[in-house]
C-alpha cells in the first residue's frame, strides 16, 4: 500500500506555504459559513479543491512560481505590519517632540531642528540631550 502511495505521488507538487494559506482559508470561511449567510460554504470549498488540484499537480514549475508569488506578497505584509510595530510613533507628553518605539532599554527621540534621531537609555528622568548633527540641545523625560 505504502508504495502505491509513492508511486502516485510520484512528480506531484505536493504542499507549500501557498497551499497552507489556502487550506486555512477554507477553514475559516467554511467556519463563517456557519455564523453568516451567504455563499461561503461554496467559496469554501472552491478553495479547498483549487488547495489540493495544487497538490496534486504534476506541473512544478508553475506552482513553485504560484508560491513564490504568494511568498513575495506575503513578506510585503510581514514587513508593513513589523514596520509598524517597530516604528510607532506617540505624542511626548505635551511636549513638541516625538520618539519613537526601539526596546526596553531605549528611547528614541528625534532632533527637533534636524530630526536626527537620538537614541538615549530609559529611566534617566529628564536628560538634556545634545544633538551631535547640528549641535542642538533640548530636554526631554527618559
Given at each position: 500500500?505504502?508504495?502505491?502511495?509513492?508511486?502516485?505521488?510520484?512528480?506531484?507538487?505536493?504542499?507549500?506555504?501557498?497551499?497552507?494559506?489556502?487550506?486555512?482559508?477554507?477553514?475559516?470561511?467554511?467556519?463563517l459559513s456557519m455564523f453568516v449567510s451567504g455563499s461561503f460554504y461554496t467559496l469554501a470549498v472552491a478553495v479547498m479543491v483549487y488547495a489540493y488540484f495544487r497538490m496534486f499537480s504534476r506541473n512544478i514549475s508553475k506552482r513553485a512560481a504560484e508560491n513564490q508569488w504568494y511568498l513575495r506578497h506575503e513578506m510585503k505584509v510581514r514587513n508593513y505590519f513589523a514596520k509598524m510595530k517597530g516604528k510607532r510613533t506617540f505624542a511626548n507628553k505635551g511636549q513638541s517632540g516625538t520618539y519613537t518605539q526601539a526596546d526596553q532599554t531605549h528611547r528614541i527621540f528625534k532632533c527637533p531642528n534636524c530630526k536626527q534621531k537620538i537614541r538615549v537609555p530609559r529611566g534617566r528622568g529628564k536628560i538634556a540631550i545634545t544633538c551631535r548633527k547640528c549641535g542642538k540641545e533640548f530636554v526631554r523625560r527618559s
Amino acid at each position: 500500500m505504502r508504495e502505491k502511495i509513492q508511486r502516485f505521488m510520484w512528480g506531484r507538487y505536493g504542499n507549500d506555504r501557498f497551499n497552507q494559506f489556502l487550506m486555512i482559508l477554507a477553514i475559516v470561511l467554511w467556519l463563517l459559513s456557519m455564523f453568516v449567510s451567504g455563499s461561503f460554504y461554496t467559496l469554501a470549498v472552491a478553495v479547498m479543491v483549487y488547495a489540493y488540484f495544487r497538490m496534486f499537480s504534476r506541473n512544478i514549475s508553475k506552482r513553485a512560481a504560484e508560491n513564490q508569488w504568494y511568498l513575495r506578497h506575503e513578506m510585503k505584509v510581514r514587513n508593513y505590519f513589523a514596520k509598524m510595530k517597530g516604528k510607532r510613533t506617540f505624542a511626548n507628553k505635551g511636549q513638541s517632540g516625538t520618539y519613537t518605539q526601539a526596546d526596553q532599554t531605549h528611547r528614541i527621540f528625534k532632533c527637533p531642528n534636524c530630526k536626527q534621531k537620538i537614541r538615549v537609555p530609559r529611566g534617566r528622568g529628564k536628560i538634556a540631550i545634545t544633538c551631535r548633527k547640528c549641535g542642538k540641545e533640548f530636554v526631554r523625560r527618559s
